[in-house]
């Protein structure tokens, strides 16, 4: 009973290390996000910011889902990366990517605020799919 704990331990603290998305690791600054990208990703700054909102600091593009996507990555100085958005380009509905994220996370859905999420144990991360100004998916850590 022992060795299996002590596995199942060993199995959740190596999906929390992993967590987050392809390259990117929770906590990642931006600087370190780009290198472990090999050139995907680069800088970015938002250059009509409003006074409100918040903006990626780092851009790259993605096929996941059978969709492309322009990946925006969110780090602040203290904490670094804290969140991830994957925003559909081109044509797309809004079903489909409801459908290919149930696929990918399963058909037992939670809800929030109206939006489907996910709290995927194995990789470590919430994944929701929020629907303002089209869809996007939503990659964040999951909260303990």
Known sequence: MRILLAVAWLLLATASA?????????????????????GMA????????????????VKATAHEMGQDFEVWFFT??????????????????????????????GYQVQFADGDPYWDDLRSGNRASVIGFRGCTVKLEPLRE
């Open 76 to 105: 602040d100085p203290h904490d670094g990366l804290y969140a991830i958005r994957l925003v559909p380009t081109g044509i797309y509905w809004c079903i489909d990517i409801r459908e290919s994220a149930m696929a990918r996370w």
């Open 42 to 57: 680069q800088r970015h700054y938002e250059h009509e910011r409003a006074r409100w909102g918040e903006y990626p600091s």
């Open 18 to 38: 992993q967590a987050g998305w392809r390259y990117a690791e929770w906590g990642m600054t931006e600087s370190q996000i780009i290198k472990a990208s090999d």
